[in-house]
């Protein structure tokens, strides 16, 4: 009797503990669409980088390169399944998180072209009251503070209730309203456009926006106007499939040790949102900035809005300086300024840089995040190592 | 080397010298564990289960005031992320009212090993290997607030059925990225004197 808490105790602890999924390498299968253009070009140090980043503890990398429409490479390190021992391939698809903002604001930019909204126009103008109510500063913010971060909004991301629920119920499909629920009544963090700080509420507001405007899903406006036109047959948004087939496994080192676990099934809370919830792959990624940035996707007039920046009042010392434009960041690096947008889902990470002195644009996306995979994929110092393998040369 | 075991000593003389084996209750409770921020909700869904079995120890106590340590022991699993088993202690106390209600509270400190509820890879010469969890250490300062009822005013041993809300931290957490997790816990439970002798007949 006395050893009957102990022995539940222990099959209890040993029987608890889920598999991952067992899947066969066709269920990763995918057809490249993948052109690399390497003539004269030694990308041996590019798979040396994703390699050593594979050999640190991330478990998987792909990268894609555009040297001025010159050059293409997509390459892949590690795995696209650690349970199954399944190999990345650059042409597997992957979550890619905020790096939607970018294609959202790049759909508002499109509508403002087609004289359906402007940039200037109150959002109240397009949003009801019941959407808007008790989010502070939303009834006085502009497309334009929204699209810039410098709406003042509450980041509902920041809500510790917010972070404690998501973590709580981890497979839960969150609504939009009960995303924008977490930051109403939450004090504004400033006037509208007295500052910068970054807010996923503003791009939900945006997405809102859209499919007001559009009066359809704003994920179907991103496939009719960006995906489809640019052929970026690999990209797709979650709220049709959020854990479509062939998506790679995602990891988290959650407690810091490299000690990683699938959260492939660990709900993004953006799947229905403009603030995240894409699907794509490095190369998707690559070809979009790099057309965005040479002039095939918006007029001359809607980029230089869209990169005309705006300093935080602080900025972050552990970061490189960073300046707002719409749906895109400037950063200085030692290689000059650089635009760029990166995104965090659960398990996931991705980047897209386009350095506009050399016109060259490096994406590069990962299957593992947060603790100290982190530091090999996305802190200052590992973009560094990767600006600098990609660009010595210039 | 004696001072090592002192403080035990002192505890088992304590116990024995103040009769408290006999008196001692047992308390199991059953609760839902949510990864929450304290006192937002008295009920977070979904119930992640967890038990959890302890006693009290006779210190002070008056008429309406009663003052006393504890000891728990208990299992949590949270569905998709972990399952924990932990010991700790607390300082309770309970202010009791005639007709049999009493409003508790409790301090503690306890000793939480977390495991994953999940396969888990770790990072060996290079690669990533499915092996066994060896799980986390984690100390767990809590908080906690509840009602008690006797179930026999009159009687100072009499069995009691309570609930309990009580708000603890999980440190450390995710080192670099979240210092420390709050959690919530909801106990409903019961105390009962099993080894009162004046309760056999």
Known sequence: MKYLFLSILILVLFGACEDDPVFEPSHYFCDSGIDNITAGFDYQELQDLIDEMVASGVPGVMMSVNYDDTIRWSGSSGKADLANNIDLSPCNITRVGSTVKTFTAIAILLLQEEGKLHLDDLVSQYLDNNILQGLANAKQASIRQLLQHSSGIYNYIANPRFQTASLNDLTKTWQPKELLDYARNEAAEFSPGSDVQYSNTNYILLGKIIEAIEQKPF????????????????????????????????????????????????????????????????????????????????????????????????????????????????IDTDFGPAYMHSGDAIGYFASMVYFPNYNVTITWATNGNYGKIDDFTQSKEAMEKIFKTLLKDK | ???????????????????????????????????????????????????????????????????????????????????????????????????????????????????????????????????????NARIMPSFSVGVGYNLKKNESRSAEIFILHQTWLEYPYSPGFIPLMAHTNFHVGSKFYPFNKNNKK
Not at chain 2, 18 to 31: H, I, T
Not at chain 2, 46 to 70: A, C, M, N, R, Y
Not at chain 2, 71 to 78: D, E, P, S, W
Request: no cysteine; aromatic share 16%.
């Open chain 1, 219 to 330: 994920y179907e406006v991103f496939a009719e106007r960006i995906f489809k036109p640019l052929n970026l047959s690999n990209t797709r948004f979650a709220a049709t499939d959020p854990i479509p087939d062939g998506i790679i496994q995602g990891y988290i080192d959650l407690y810091s040790n490299l000690n990683v676990i699938n959260s492939t099934e660990y709900s993004g809370w953006d799947y229905f949102t403009a603030d995240g919830g894409l699907i794509s792959n490095s190369n998707d990624l690559n070809v979009f900035l790099h057309q965005l940035f040479n002039g095939y996707i918006i007029q001359e007039s809607s980029l230089n809005e869209m990169i005309t920046w705006k300093a935080p009042k602080k900025q972050d010392s552990e970061t490189f300086d960073t300046y707002y434009g719409l749906g895109i960041f400037r």
């Open chain 2, 1 to 135: 080397m004696r001072n090592y075991y002192y403080p035990l000593l002192l505890l088992m003389n304590w116990i024995m010298a103040s009769n408290a084996y006999g008196q001692m209750p047992v308390k199991v409770s059953l609760f839902s564990e949510a990864t929450s921020v304290p006192f937002d909700k008295v009920i977070t869904t979904p119930i992640h289960p967890g038990v959890q079995l302890g006693t009290d120890f006779h210190w002070k106590e008056s008429k309406h005031i009663k003052l006393f340590p504890s000891v728990n022991i208990g299992y949590m699993f949270h569905n998709k992320l972990f399952q924990g088993v932990y010991i700790n202690g607390e300082l309770g106390l309970d202010y009791k009212f005639s007709f049999g209600l009493n409003i508790k509270t409790a301090l503690g400190i306890g000793y939480l090993h977390t495991f994953t509820t999940q396969q888990e890879f770790q990072f060996e010469n290079g690669r990533y290997v499915s092996k066994r969890d060896r799980g």
